[in-house]
C-alpha cells in the first residue's frame, strides 16, 4: 500500500503534534520501531490497532503524550499527565490508589471501566473481587517512549474493562546500533511539606548486531503536605515511588524479533492524602471542632496508616514474519500486591470492640483495618497480521487469561493509650474467638477470547475497518466472614459470553483533510456475589457484565504548511446494565451485593488545536465537553433498596461537563549545540460532583457538589548538549482543585475526644510544587 501510505504519514501529522506536544521538545523521541524521530512531529507511529500505523490512520478518537514531553514536564503519575488527554479524569486519595475515567464512564462500582495495557499487556484486574476500579496501574513514565490513550469502547480488540477506553504505555524498546545512556536528578518543594528529591538513569547496550540490552531504574520521594491530629504527625502523607525495568531484544534474522521484558514497581505511602472538609463548602477544617484551619490540610488518626503497593510485570513478546502474516506471541505474568492498614476508630465498630477488650475503660480502645490484596494474573495472545496493503489488511487471534485474586481484611483493636495491638482473642458472651472480625475472600477468573479486524480500501481515499470479538470468562470464589467467631465460608461461580464488535469507515477529503465515523461495543465482566448464611431463594448469586454501545464521528485537518491543525470528534454513549452496590434482605439484615442498575448515558465532543504562527512556538488547545448522567435511577430492575442513591438524571461521579487546556512551548537556539526553552500550561475544569451518597442526599437533599478550578504550571531549561539543566512550577498558583470527595458522614465521637461533627474527606491536586533538575545524556 506504498502510495497510500507515503500520503497518509504526511496527512495530519499535527494531529498528533497537537496532543503529544512533539514540536515543544527538543530531545528526539522513539517510535514504536525504534527508529528516531525529530521534534517535527513527522513519522508519529501509535499501535492503537495493534500494528504500526501513523496516528492520522486511525479512525478513532486517539492521544499520544511522547516521552519527552512527559520528561520535560516531569509528568510521572496519572494526575500529573491526565491535564493532556480530553476527556480524561482521575480521582486519587493515595498515589497507586487512582480511578481513570474517560467520557465520564464512571459509577463508582468495584471494577474498572479503563483498561491499563503496557506495551501489549493489560495489567490490572479483569474480575471484580480485588478492587480493580480504584487500582489502576500508576507506571512511573521515566524512559516510556510514549502514552496513547485510546477514548471510547476497545472491546474488539482490547477486551474487558475497556467500556471508556485503554491507557497504554508504550516502553522504550533497546536499541540495537547505539550505547546510550543518561541520568537524571532533581529536587522539589511543595508548598506546606518538606523538601522531595529524586533520580533516575538508563542505559542501553548493544551486544553484538543482533542483540540490545536496556535497563532503567528511578527513586522519587514526595514529602506530605497533610497533618494529622490525634497522634501530631506534620506531613503524614508522605511517600516514595522507586523501581525499574529491563529489557532484550533479540533479532536473530530480519523476519525474527524475540523481546524479554521485566518492569517493577513498589509506592510506599504513610496516611493518605485525604483530609477533613466541611461537608457543604468542602473547604479544611479541624476534624475534632469542625471549625476552619485557615487553610491547613487535618486529617485525624490514632495508629499510624499506610498503604504499600507493589507491581510486578514480566512478559515475552515474539514476532515472526512468515510470509503472508506476522505471526505474534505474547506471554505475560503479573502481580499486584496491595497491603493497607487504615485507621477506623471513628466507626461504630469502635464501641464494640471496647466493650469486648475494655469493657470497665469506654474510650479506651481503638480499632484500625488490615486491608491485603493480592492478584496474580497470566495472560497468553496469538494473533496473526497481515502485511500492509493497498487493498486488504487483516488480523485474527485467541487471548487467554487466568488470573487469581485474594482478599485478607481483618478489624484490629489497639490500645488509645499506647498504640500498641490488643491480643485479639477474647470471649462475648457465648462466644470464643480468635480474632475480633475477619474477612476473606479468594477467588478465580478464567477468560478465553477469539478476535479478529479487517480493513477494506475502496479505493485510495476511502476504506472501512470491522472487528469482532467473542469473549467467556469463568469465575468462582470462596468467602468467608467471620464475626466473634461465627462464620462459614460460601461459595460463588458465574459463566458468561459476550459478543463486542466494531465498525469504522474513514474517508480522506483531501491529502491533509480526513473524517471517520465508528460505531462499537465493550464490556467489563459480571461475577459471582457473595451469597450469605440463610440468604432468601431470589438471593442474586451473580451481576451481569455492563456494556456500552459508541457512536462517534470524527474530522481531521491540517494547513499545508502545519502552522495550524484541527482534530475534533462527537461521541454518544448508551450504557447499559451499569455496575453499582444494592443490598438484598436477609434474616440477619440487609446485605451489599454487586448489582446491574439500568442505564446511563454520555454525549459531547472532544476539539485540539494546534497553532505555530513562527520558528520555535507552538500553542496547543484542547477541550472537552461530557454530559455524563443516569437514564434510571440506581436500582436493580429487578427492584431492591437504592441503596447507591442515584436518580435519574443526575450526573455520572467525577466528570465535569467542560475541560479546557492551553499549553505554549517556545524553543530557540542559544549557541551552536546549545538549545534553551519555556513554556506555560493552563488547565481549566469545570464543576463536577462526586460519588453517589444516599446519606449525603438524604442530609442535604443534594450531591456533593465540587467546584470548578484551574492550575498553572510553567517549565524552562537550557539543553547544553551532553548536559541539561531545568526548572519548572506545578500548581503555580496554589489551586485548591477537589480531586475526590467521599466518606460521608464522618465524626470523632466525644468518647475518643471528638465532639461529633459530621464531616466529609476530600483529596486536592498537589499544593504549588517548585522544582529543578540535572541531567546528563551519553
Known amino acids: 500500500m506504498g502510495d497510500k501510505k507515503m500520503k497518509t504519514s504526511t496527512l495530519l501529522c499535527t494531529a498528533a503534534i497537537t496532543v503529544c506536544h512533539f514540536a515543544a521538545a527538543p530531545a528526539l523521541a522513539q517510535d514504536a520501531a525504534g527508529a528516531q524521530t525529530s521534534g517535527s512531529g513527522e513519522e508519529i507511529i501509535v499501535t492503537a490497532q495493534r500494528r504500526e500505523q501513523t496516528l492520522a490512520e486511525v479512525p478513532q478518537s486517539l492521544s499520544v503524550i511522547g516521552g519527552p514531553v512527559l520528561e520535560r514536564q516531569q509528568a510521572t503519575s496519572f494526575l500529573d499527565f491526565a491535564s493532556m488527554v480530553p476527556g480524561l479524569t482521575v480521582t486519587q486519595t493515595n498515589p497507586g490508589e487512582s480511578r481513570l475515567i474517560l467520557r465520564g464512564v464512571n459509577t463508582g462500582s468495584v471494577g474498572s471501566t479503563v483498561a491499563v495495557y503496557v506495551d501489549d499487556v493489560p495489567f490490572g484486574s479483569s474480575g471484580s473481587f480485588s478492587n480493580g476500579g480504584v487500582l489502576a496501574g500508576d507506571f512511573d513514565t521515566f524512559d516510556v517512549a510514549r502514552i496513547e490513550v485510546l477514548r471510547g469502547p476497545q472491546g474488539t480488540l482490547y477486551g474487558s474493562n475497556a467500556l471508556g477506553g485503554v491507557l497504554k504505555y508504550v516502553t522504550a524498546l533497546p536499541n540495537l546500533e547505539t550505547f546510550e545512556a543518561k541520568a537524571q536528578a532533581g529536587l522539589e518543594d511543595t508548598k506546606g511539606g518538606d523538601l522531595g528529591y529524586f533520580g533516575s538513569a538508563m542505559v542501553n547496550a548493544p551486544l553484538g548486531d543482533k542483540v540490545a540490552f536496556r535497563v532503567s531504574g528511578y527513586y522519587r520521594s514526595n514529602p506530605g503536605y497533610v497533618d494529622v491530629i490525634g497522634r501530631n504527625e506534620e506531613g503524614a502523607d508522605d511517600n516514595a515511588s522507586y523501581g525499574g525495568r529491563a529489557s532484550l531484544l533479540f533479532q536473530p534474522t530480519e523476519t525474527l524479533t524475540i523481546r524479554l521484558a521485566a518492569q517493577l514497581q513498589n509506592i510506599r505511602v504513610d496516611s493518605p492524602s485525604s483530609f477533613t472538609v466541611n461537608p457543604l463548602t468542602l473547604k479544611p477544617v479541624n476534624p475534632i471542632t469542625g471549625g476552619p484551619t485557615g487553610g491547613d490540610r487535618l486529617r485525624y488518626e490514632r495508629t499510624p496508616e499506610n498503604n504499600d503497593i507493589d507491581y510486578r ?70 494473533r496473526l497480521s497481515s502485511p500492509d496493503s493497498e487493498t486488504f489488511e487483516w488480523q485474527v487471534g485467541g487471548y487467554y487469561t487466568d488470573e487469581t485474586s485474594t482478599l485478607d481484611q481483618e478489624f484490629q483493636p489497639f490500645s488509645l493509650v499506647s498504640g500498641a495491638l490488643i491480643p485479639p482473642a477474647g470471649s462475648f458472651g457465648p462466644f470464643t474467638f480468635d480474632r475480633f472480625v475477619t474477612a476473606n475472600i479468594s477467588a478465580k477468573y478464567e477468560e478465553y477470547a477469539f478476535f479478529g479486524s479487517g480493513t477494506l480500501y475502496l479505493g485510495d481515499r476511502f476504506g472501512i475497518t470491522v472487528g469482532g470479538r467473542y469473549s467467556h470468562n469463568s469465575q468462582s470464589s470462596d468467602q468467608e466472614v467471620v464475626q466473634l467467631g461465627n462464620g462459614a465460608p460460601q461459595s460463588g461461580s458465574s459463566s458468561e459470553g459476550v459478543f463486542t464488535w466494531s465498525v469504522a469507515p474513514r474517508f480522506e477529503l483531501s491529502d491533509r483533510t480526513s473524517i471517520y465515523a465508528r460505531v462499537a461495543k465493550g464490556y467489563r465482566p459480571g461475577g459471582p456475589n457473595f451469597l450469605p448464611p440463610g440468604a432468601p431463594a431470589d438471593f442474586p448469586t451473580e451481576f451481569a457484565a455492563d456494556t456500552i454501545i459508541s457512536y462517534e464521528v470524527g474530522f481531521r485537518t491540517e494547513t499545508p504548511n502545519r502552522t495550524f491543525s484541527l482534530d475534533a470528534s462527537a461521541f454518544y454513549l448508551d450504557w447499559d446494565d451499569i455496575l453499582i452496590l444494592s443490598t438484598v434482605q436477609t434474616p440477619a439484615g440487609p446485605v451489599g451485593v454487586n448489582s446491574n442498575g439500568q442505564r446511563a448515558k454520555s454525549q459531547g465532543f472532544e476539539a485540539t488545536a494546534t497553532m505555530r504562527p513562527i520558528d520555535g512556538l507552538s500553542v496547543m488547545v484542547n477541550a472537552a465537553y461530557t454530559d455524563a448522567k443516569l437514564v434510571d435511577d440506581t436500582v436493580p430492575s429487578s427492584g431492591g433498596a437504592n441503596l447507591t442513591g442515584g436518580l435519574a438524571g443526575d450526573q455520572l461521579p467525577y466528570s465535569p461537563k467542560w ?26 475544569l469545570g464543576d463536577q460532583v462526586a460519588g453517589f451518597n444516599a446519606a449525603y442526599r438524604t442530609a442535604f437533599n443534594r450531591r456533593v457538589e465540587i467546584d470548578g478550578y484551574a492550575v498553572l504550571d510553567a517549565r524552562a531549561g537550557i539543553d547544553f548538549g551532553q548536559f541539561s539543566v531545568s526548572v519548572y512550577a506545578r500548581n503555580l498558583t496554589n489551586s485548591y482543585g477537589v480531586v475526590s470527595a467521599e466518606g460521608y458522614p464522618f465524626a470523632v465521637p466525644a468518647e475518643i475526644g471528638g465532639q461529633g461533627v459530621t464531616l466529609l474527606n476530600a483529596t486536592t491536586i498537589r499544593p504549588r510544587t517548585l522544582g529543578a533538575t540535572l541531567g546528563v545524556r551519553f
Open 313 to 382: 510485570l514480566y512478559s515475552g513478546t515474539v514476532d515472526w514474519d512468515i510470509g503472508f502474516a506476522t505471526l505474534t506471541s505474547v506471554t505475560s505474568y503479573a502481580e499486584q500486591d496491595v497491603r493497607q492498614i487504615t485507621d477506623i476508630t471513628t466507626n461504630a465498630a469502635r464501641g464494640l470492640a471496647n466493650l469486648i477488650y475494655a469493657p470497665t475503660a469506654p474510650g479506651t480502645v481503638g480499632l484500625r483495618f488490615r486491608n491485603d490484596i493480592r492478584l496474580e494474573k497470566f495472560t497468553q495472545e496469538l
Open 659 to 684: 475541560q479546557t487546556s492551553i499549553s505554549a512551548d517556545y524553543d530557540w537556539q542559544l549557541s551552536s549545540g546549545t538549545t534553551a526553552y519555556v513554556g506555560t500550561s493552563l488547565r481549566m
